[in-house]
Nanobody, 130 residues
Framework: QVQLVESGGGAVQAGGSLRLSCTAS????????IAWFRQAPGKEREGVSC????????YYADNVKGRFTMSMDNAENTAYLQMNDLKPEDTDVYYC???????????????????????WGQGTQVTISS
């Protein structure tokens, strides 16, 4: 079973930067890709970015392109999300998730469903003030 743990959230002013980390235990033993999502209370999960672990290709949602950069350290089974030029509308809880396959900007239906639920972390809060 893949377990995902996010860290690195916080509160910054608009225009600032944050770097999120996601450690994915046992991911190396699977063919799953990894993605970042964000979700506000009462709203739908929104895909942010994902990486195809086989090809190394990265995909981003249109509203974060040019500002967010995803990367992965395969040796450490850790994914990162560097977020620059942050805006108040980026305020959300950010989650990493195991994805069936990353071939475009991630969507929630591609999140892997394990025996005990979605392969989805506990989330890290990002708050951007204007």
């Amino acid at each position: 079973q893949v377990q995902l743990v996010e860290s690195g959230g916080g509160a910054v002013q608009a225009g600032g930067s944050l770097r999120l980390s996601c450690t994915a235990s046992n991911l190396y033993a699977t063919r799953f890709d990894i993605a970042w999502f964000r979700q506000a209370p009462g709203k739908e999960r929104e895909g942010v970015s994902c990486i195809n672990r086989k090809s190394g290709h990265l995909y981003y949602a249109d509203n974060v392109k040019g500002r967010f950069t995803m990367s992965m350290d395969n040796a450490e089974n850790t994914a990162y999300l560097q977020m620059n030029d942050l805006k108040p509308e980026d305020t959300d809880v950010y989650y990493c998730a195991a994805l069936i396959q990353c071939t475009a900007a991630p969507t929630p239906e591609l999140i892997v469903h394990g025996e005990f639920g979605d392969y989805w972390g506990q989330g890290t809060q990002v708050t951007i003030s204007s």
